[in-house]
């Protein structure tokens, strides 16, 4: 589904270059649940970025379901990612003017999905994540695990194959950061890929291929223990 070949980043402010990324190797099969970590500043959330078609490597290939996306023009890269990629985010970037069925149906506003089937699918999303009681609310009348449970909502509702997640459980109490967990387990276990960032090992070994890096690299990429 995903491969990367000798990918590099770098990031230039004025006169210094930082590496973010150095000759990553990597490959994602369809269905996988990965878990990435590494100390902060290690190039976690631009490998997610390069992965979720946010960014672009300065050096290397990229392989998306079979293209080579690497020096894609952004419209491009939106192209091809808008209904294949579901992004959750700890802050869960829900937008507050908006109702919760709103910030949901944003999801699959420029997608050529019909009316009557945006309001289906909505409907449905917000019922299995246990919030459709709060489809009126507005985000700040929501709890974090509430907030979270609709900003995966919104991830999932195009029905992308894909689902990165960077930190979700990052503002959450224990309670319902496993919660999260829980919900990111069943995904995959419905045939969502799911690539999640996070700095718990708790929640890491929960996945089934853990990657951790250091310094851009990629130290230890290893199946977890059935």
């Not at 995903?2 to 000759?23: F, I």
């Not at 507005?138 to 909502?153: E, Y």
């Amino acid at each position: 589904m995903l491969k990367l070949s000798g990918v590099s980043k770098t990031h230039l402010a004025g006169e210094v270059q930082t590496t973010a990324l150095d000759r990553i190797d990597l490959e994602i099969a369809a269905g996988e649940y990965l878990a990435i970590t590494g100390p902060s500043g290690c190039g976690k959330s631009t490998l997610l970025s390069i992965l979720g078609l946010l960014d672009v490597p300065s050096q290397g290939a990229y392989w998306f379901d079979g293209q080579n996306v690497a020096g894609w023009s952004e419209a491009r890269l939106n192209a091809l990612r808008r209904g294949r990629v579901g992004f959750i985010f700890q802050s869960f970037n829900l937008i507050e003017e908006l109702t919760v069925y709103e910030n949901v149906e944003l999801a699959l506003e420029y997608t050529s999905t019909p009316a009557a089937e945006r309001r289906e699918r909505v409907r449905a999303m917000l019922a299995k994540l246990g919030v459709a009681h709060r489809a009126g609310h507005r985000p700040s009348q929501l709890s974090g695990g509430q907030q979270q449970r609709v900003a995966i909502a919104r991830a999932l509702v195009a029905g992308p194959p894909l689902l990165l997640a960077d930190e979700p459980t990052g503002n959450l109490d224990t309670a319902h950061g496993d919660e999260v967990m829980r919900l990111l387990r069943q995904i995959n276990e419905e045939g969502t890929t799911v690539v999640m960032v996070t700095h718990s090992p708790a929640h890491a070994a929960q996945a089934s291929r853990t990657l951790h890096l250091l310094d851009g690299r990629v130290v230890v990429d290893a199946l977890q223990a059935a």
